[in-house]
């Protein structure tokens, strides 16, 4: 059968009239219903296990928008929660983990295989979208590339510069690669259930990709996400994979063929000309309108969004923002970037 969803057409390498469009965060704090459902379910990691209340928040930007594409409402930071580590969210602040420093640390933590107690509760909210999204919209699962998560499994939290991970890097180089082998097989593992729950697409993301340089971003970014895309494809012939090492600048350029994913995610620091000669002209690629737009709005919104589809318009493309819509966005100004990609 012919794919008829816009999102899988774009990312098997069609050139569409008008990009499908999604949103990174899309439920999310910025929607009154997310408050509601986040406040029923008690708090954020309360929301992610509670499959029908994740599930609900997931279809709350489907019902309002028709996006093209849902995103599985979870977070990344719930494999290293599956391994072992404690997990917390301190409200108006961020996450909060068990910090891993020492060979002890890391012993202490859970093989890959034992994720599944603690992530079955995800893969049973994947089941029911698959169930209750509307036929022509495409379901994305996700993780977080190992070397983000490592990130926030070596200092308990996020940093401005990931110092303390750089440190492990260089101080004990074989434990880090320990850590992010360990993650590595967690996430594939991860990934495939969410794809054998209903999951038609899995997206990798490297928050923090920008801060690995030459060598290191060849070894811990690139290296890790060939892996997971070649071992789903193995698995699961025909799933496309969405990569995102945000801020990697120029290792965009050639990262599709170094690691295999269908489409590059790209992050709003790039400009849309130069990515679209020198990014999209190896395959698919995703963005990247600043959310600062989701707040300001006006005709900036308008202009930048026209500008984004024109310079994409001659090869495949998924519209988006170039990182997450952030809790002072205006639901309106989401509704004007939507009007004014479908036109
Ligand atoms: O995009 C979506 O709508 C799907 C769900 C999703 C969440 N987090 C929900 C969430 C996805 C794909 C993520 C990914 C994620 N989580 C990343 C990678 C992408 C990125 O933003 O760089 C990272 C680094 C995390 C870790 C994380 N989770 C942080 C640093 C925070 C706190 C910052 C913040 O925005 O509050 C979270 C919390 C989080 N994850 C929220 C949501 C909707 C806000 C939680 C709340 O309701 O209080």
């Given at each position: ?193 969410q794809i054998e729950a209903g999951a038609e697409v899995v ?51 050639g990262f599709h063929a170094a690691t295999g994913v269908d ?81």
């Amino acid at each position: 059968m012919a794919e008829t969803k816009k999102l899988l057409r774009a990312l098997a390498g069609e050139t569409l009239d008008t990009p499908p469009i999604w949103m990174m965060r899309q439920a999310g704090r910025y929607l009154p219903e997310y408050r509601a459902t986040r406040a029923q379910a008690g708090d954020f990691l309360s929301l992610c296990y509670n499959p029908e209340l994740a599930a609900e928040v997931t279809l709350q930007p489907i019902r309002r928008y028709g996006f093209d594409a849902a995103i599985l409402f979870a977070d990344i930071l719930l494999v290293p929660q599956a391994l072992g580590a404690d997990l917390w969210f301190v409200t108006g602040e961020g996450p909060r983990l068990s910090t891993i420093t020492d060979q002890a640390g890391f012993d202490a933590l859970k093989p890959a295989s034992a994720i599944h107690d603690t992530l079955s509760p995800v893969y049973e909210t994947v089941r029911i979208l698959s169930r209750e999204l509307p036929a022509e919209t495409t379901l994305i699962g996700f993780a977080g590339a190992p070397w983000t998560v490592a990130t926030y499994m070596i200092a308990g939290r996020g940093t401005p510069d990931q110092g303390p991970a750089h440190a492990l890097r260089e101080g004990n180089t074989a434990l880090f690669e320990a850590l992010l082998e360990r993650i590595t097989e967690a996430t594939i593992d991860y990934l495939s259930m969410q794809i054998e729950a209903g999951a038609e697409v899995v997206k990798i993301f490297d928050s923090w990709a920008g801060s690995l340089k030459g060598d290191d971003f060849a070894k811990y970014a690139v290296e890790p996400c060939r892996r997971i895309t070649a071992a789903i494809k193995d698995r699961h012939p025909g799933i496309p994979v969405i990569g995102f090492p945000r801020e990697a600048g120029e290792g965009y350029v050639g990262f599709h063929a170094a690691t295999g994913v269908d489409c590059v995610a790209l992050d709003n620091s790039v400009d849309p000309e130069w990515a679209a000669k020198n990014v999209q002209v190896s395959g698919c690629v995703q963005g990247n309108l600043a959310s600062s737009h989701m707040v300001t709005g006006g005709q900036a919104l308008v202009d930048e969004t026209r500008r984004i589809v024109k310079a994409f318009s001659g090869g495949p493309h998924i519209f988006n923002l170039g990182h997450g819509i952030t809790p002072d966005a205006d639901p309106e100004n989401v509704q004007l970037m939507i009007d004014t990609v479908r036109g």
